[in-house]
T-cell receptor, first 112, second 114 residues
């Protein structure tokens, strides 16, 4: 069966420090992968999506970047965190022909 | 740009009663899917129900059903026989864009009271 792993679950980082959040999917090949951010009262905002290795699209200009070093691995990074990067980050996957996402358990990031 | 609007930031319902959450959307797609996701306090996003726009019959999943009005671009969620475990944030989402990305509303916080 397919599963998605996302870590860490919580993270407290100082302003200006780097960030790396990781997401991996098991049990499927060539998934579409997504990073969303959920800020309080603002719903879910799509940050990046990837339909394949080396195919990453950014939806919102920001202080973050994404990479996909392997087919089932999606990484969200920042070189220098800002206070405004605080939020709840969700990774999700889907496959061609299946409409809808399966989400990871999320990472709560607090930038202090 | 596609938008999804949930006009009820918070709602409450007594246990065992029925509640309806509202959602409207705007899309230029001809065929698309609509979704309701549940986010309990654990914050895990769980797919509740989905509807294909070409299907006239409203989707049903046990106690959850939708009222899909395509012309009005309305997609409401009805929860029957509400249970305490239904307490959660509920997000409406529309599928759109060339890659089928989901666009989410801001959510409705539902509290089920004993």
């Amino acid at each position: 069966s397919q599963t998605i792993h996302q870590w860490p679950a919580t993270l407290v980082q100082p302003v200006g420090s780097p960030l790396s959040l990781e997401c991996t999917v098991e049990g499927t090949s060539n998934p579409n992968l997504y990073w969303y951010r959920q800020a309080a009262g603002r719903g879910l905002q799509l940050l990046f999506y990837s339909i394949g290795i080396d195919q990453i699209s950014s939806e919102v200009p920001q202080n973050l970047s994404a990479s996909r070093p392997q087919d089932r691995q999606f990484i969200l990074s920042s070189k220098k965190l800002l206070l405004s990067d605080s939020g709840f980050y969700l990774c999700a996957w889907s496959v061609l022909g299946f409409h809808g996402y399966t989400f990871g358990s999320g990472t709560r990031l607090t930038v202090v | 740009a596609q938008t999804v609007t949930q006009s009820q930031p918070e709602m409450s319902v007594q246990e065992a009663e029925t509640v309806t959450l509202s959602c409207t959307y705007d899309t230029s797609e001809n065929n698309y899917y609509l979704f309701w996701y549940k986010q309990p306090p654990s914050r895990q996003m769980i797919l509740v129900i989905r509807q294909e726009a070409y299907k006239q019959q409203n989707a049903t999943e046990n106690r959850f059903s939708v009222n899909f009005q395509k012309a009005a671009k309305s997609f409401s969620l009805k929860i029957s026989d509400s249970q305490l475990g239904d307490t959660a944030m509920y997000f409406c989402a529309s599928e759109g864009g060339s890659q089928g990305n989901l666009i989410f509303g801001k959510g409705t916080k539902l509290s089920v009271k004993p």
